[in-house]
């Protein structure tokens, strides 16, 4: 079974850092592309950072400057490096991975939600 396991997340004041990641469990799924979403209460889901198959990237324009995304292949791990954090930052970050799951009978693409972690900035 596969499975997107998140960590990381908390509690952070304005102006300090977080890491989250997201490993792939398994040794039959690898990640192709990657994303980050954040919802705040009452917001819909939204793409914060994005990672294609050949690592180029993009970023909501909130962001740009202090979030980075990268990926670790060996490990089959995504991160999401915030600096910088702001209030408005708080919310529910989900990891999105697309990739490939191979199986005796052959390999299909298939993509996976993680289980959400919560990031609150506050004083």
């Known amino acids: 079974q596969v499975q997107l396991v998140q960590s990381g997340g908390g509690l952070v004041q304005p102006g300090g850092s977080l890491t989250l990641s997201c490993t792939a469990s398994?040794?039959?799924?690898?990640?192709?592309?990657a994303s980050w979403y954040r919802q705040a209460p009452g917001q819909e889901r939204e793409l914060v950072a994005g990672?294609?198959?050949?690592?180029?990237?993009n970023y909501e324009d909130s962001v740009k400057g202090r979030f980075t995304i990268s990926r670790d292949n060996v490990k089959n791990t995504v991160y999401l490096q915030m600096n910088s954090l702001k209030p408005e930052d708080t919310g529910v970050y989900y990891c999105h991975a697309d990739g490939v799951v191979v199986r005796a009978n052959g390999a299909y693409t298939s993509d996976y939600w993680g289980q959400g972690t919560q990031v609150t900035v506050s004083s």
């Open positions: 398994g040794t039959t799924f690898r990640i192709g592309t």
């Open positions: 990672l294609d198959t050949y690592d180029s990237t």
